[in-house]
């Protein structure tokens, strides 16, 4: 590394003038004689190196070297660079580092010292051998024949030697090496010529081939993809970090695999309790069941994602992966509210089921009505985002048309479930304190329906991610978090909603170690008493006339269905007058266990 005083900025041409050849030490000029495709004889003015050894394919190399550290495999990678004066062009030329071959040397022996002795850096091969040279390439076969292969290295910045590197330069060699972020060369290439700097053809050419891919989206996919990578350390520097987020992606797909495996079992048991304990399936079930089918659906499509690249930067991705990813996105926005919405209204057909004054009624169907109509719109919204609905995936910025802005749309939408999270959670209180229960039983039910707080901070967080997404300049690169925080969201809405319903399923559990033969029976509505067999009971109703019932003492109030509560242990059984015979003697009380939220409405109300 060259002093200040000793900058190649300092130096200048004297003079010019001819060389003989037989004076040359470094080059010459031949003249060759050659025939063209017509068979015409021509002659060819070529100039060509003196130094290329025996044996050598090649004149020189020069060395493509990283600088990373692994304890930071989240920093930007950096390629080295270097300052040199040249008098053939009188000026001081942006170089990589490089240098002639000696005799008997392998090309990546030549690479790993020229690196030490221009910037005093102790390089290493890339792990990857397909990747770690390149074909021979010719620098100006138009003038003359010299040539070189390019070495790829990385730089570990760990160690000792590396944090105080020492050139070992000739004794006229000024050489100033530095350092640039590598996604920025193509840039930085264009502020040094704008300065009157020299740029080398291979350091010209490599930054515009990293910014022809990274314009074009045309990648061709270096050894440094997500699945097979050079080096572990390498490639979390060459990929921004990618590999890091890779990580982080290959837990989510866990989690999400353990989170859907949940809301599979607590929709089965929701089931299960349904349709044999309480033997009574409605439409909140089947909205929820509709609302598991999609969160499968998500799960097919977020391997989808994983399959080509998701979390990669767009850097390293292939054409056909980037299609894909935005495609496969465009499917999961449309089955996203799908879910989301389908999980509402399925707390909302519930909510009916407990429905005893009929302003919530209403408040409950004209919610599920707007649910509806939001979660189509959205799903139009979605479908037609641009127009034509393909300029979507147009990297290349070549179709004609328009485009919403996804960023506000997504906002919005998101800030109306979030509302409507708040409004359905509020919505049941009033009731349930209304509803004749233990005071202990109310302050459970408004904790179970409480539940849904958490899917409410779930969608609150999601806003964050939905703006890390939208607004991003590699939105490859920033998928996860957005998909993380969805996936939050639906499943903690699936599992709230779906606890409620599998209560009677634990009740019966317990109800078997508590169980006995005393019970007590109610009405929600009108009360009419009437009194069978022997012993004694109280009427409810406006006379307040006593009567008898045979068996355990009991209070009987008609209806079109009745709940059956057990005076020792609080659990419901439903008790139909319509199926019973008139007439004397005490009513049969049923053998079999049910959910208590099916106690206390008829059944066409679902």
Same mark, same amino acid.
Request: some cysteine; charged content about 20%; overall charge negative.
């Given at each position: ?47 060509? /190196? ?11 190399? =020069? ?5 990373? $550290? ?7 990678? /950096? ?22 071959? $000696? ?52 730089? $570990? ?27 920025? &060369? ?15 053809? /291979? ?9 022809? *891919? ?13 699945? @097979? ?39 089965? &048991? ?11 399936? =409605? ?13 499968? *659906? ?6 989808? &994602? ?46 009916? /089921?407990? *429905? ?37 995936? $147009? ?29 359905? &959670? ?108 022997? =012993?004694?009971?109280? @009427? ?43 007439? =004397? ?22």
């Amino acid at each position: 590394m060259a002093s200040k005083d000793e900058s190649s900025d300092n130096s200048k041409v004297i003079k010019t003038e001819p060389l003989d050849n037989k004076d040359a030490k470094w080059a010459t000029l031949v003249k060759i004689t050659y025939t063209d495709p017509k068979g015409v004889e021509r002659t060819w003015e070529s100039g060509e /190196r003196l130094t290329r050894p025996k044996g050598s394919d090649i004149d020189g190399v =020069g060395v493509a070297a990283i600088l990373q $550290d692994p304890a930071k495999p989240n920093d930007e990678p /950096r390629i080295i660079l270097q300052k040199q004066w040249r008098p053939p062009v009188n000026a001081t030329v942006i170089e990589v580092p490089a240098g002639l071959m $000696d005799p008997d040397e392998s090309p990546e022996t030549c690479a790993i010292r020229e690196l030490k002795e221009e910037t005093g850096y102790i390089g290493e091969l890339v792990s990857d051998k397909t990747f770690r040279t390149t074909p021979i390439m010719f620098n100006d076969p138009g003038f003359c024949n010299t040539n070189l292969r390019m070495i790829h290295v990385t730089v $570990d910045m760990s160690r000792p030697e590396n944090q105080n590197p020492q050139p070992e330069l000739e004794e006229n060699e000024f050489i100033e090496t530095f350092s640039v972020p590598l996604k920025d &060369l193509y840039d930085e290439c264009i502020r040094f010529a704008e300065q009157g700097y020299v740029i080398d053809a /291979r350091v010209g050419t490599l930054a515009e081939g990293i910014e022809f *891919a990274k314009r074009w989206r045309c990648s061709v996919r270096p050894a440094f993809e997500p699945c @097979s990578c050079m080096d572990s350390h390498v490639a979390s520097s060459l990929m921004s970090g990618a590999a890091g987020r890779a990580s982080i992606y290959k837990l989510y797909v866990t989690y999400r695999r353990l989170c859907i495996l949940k809301a599979v079992i607590c929709v089965a &048991l929701r089931l299960y309790t349904r349709t044999f304990i309480v033997q009574h399936t =409605g439409k909140d079930d089947y909205a929820m069941v509709f609302a598991l089918l999609f969160t499968v *659906a998500y799960l097919v499509a977020i391997f989808i &994602l994983r399959d080509n690249g998701m979390g990669f930067s767009g850097e390293v991705l292939e054409l056909q992966q980037m299609l894909n990813q935005i495609q496969t996105t465009l499917a999961i926005e449309i089955v996203y509210y799908l879910i989301i919405n389908a999980i509402k209204i399925s707390i909302l057909f519930f909510y009916l /089921r407990i *429905a005893v004054e009929k302003r919530f009624e209403y408040l409950c169907k004209g919610t599920i009505y707007f649910l509806v109509t939001f979660g189509v719109v959205c799903v139009i919204v979605c479908l037609a985002q641009c127009v034509p609905l393909h300029k979507m995936w $147009d990297l290349a910025g070549q179709i004609s048309g328009q485009c919403i802005n996804t960023t506000a749309f997504f906002y919005t939408t998101s800030a109306v479930n979030i509302i409507a999270d708040i409004w359905i &959670l509020l919505l049941p209180i009033t009731t349930l304190l209304k509803v004749q229960r233990p005071r202990r039983e109310k302050f459970a039910l408004v904790i179970i329906f409480s539940l849904g707080t958490f899917s409410c901070i779930a969608s609150i967080v999601r806003l964050y991610s939905i703006g890390v997404y939208t607004e991003s300049e590699d939105p490859f690169f920033d998928s996860v978090p957005i998909n993380v925080w969805s996936m939050v969201e639906i499943n903690v809405g699936i599992l709230c909603a779906s606890t409620p319903a599998t209560k009677a399923l634990f009740s019966k559990a317990q109800r078997h170690r508590t169980h006995n033969g005393s019970y007590q029976y109610h009405s929600r509505e009108r009360s009419i008493m009437k009194s069978y067999g022997h =012993g004694s009971g109280k @009427s409810n109703s406006n006379n307040g006339q006593e009567g008898t019932a045979g068996g355990p003492t009991g209070a009987v109030i008609q209806n079109e269905s009745y709940e059956l509560k057990d005076v020792e242990s609080g659990d419901h059984q439903p008790f139909d007058a319509r199926k019973q015979n008139g007439g =004397g003697g005490a009513w049969r009380v049923p053998d079999s266990d049910v959910d208590e939220q099916c106690l206390v409405w008829p059944e066409s109300r679902v």
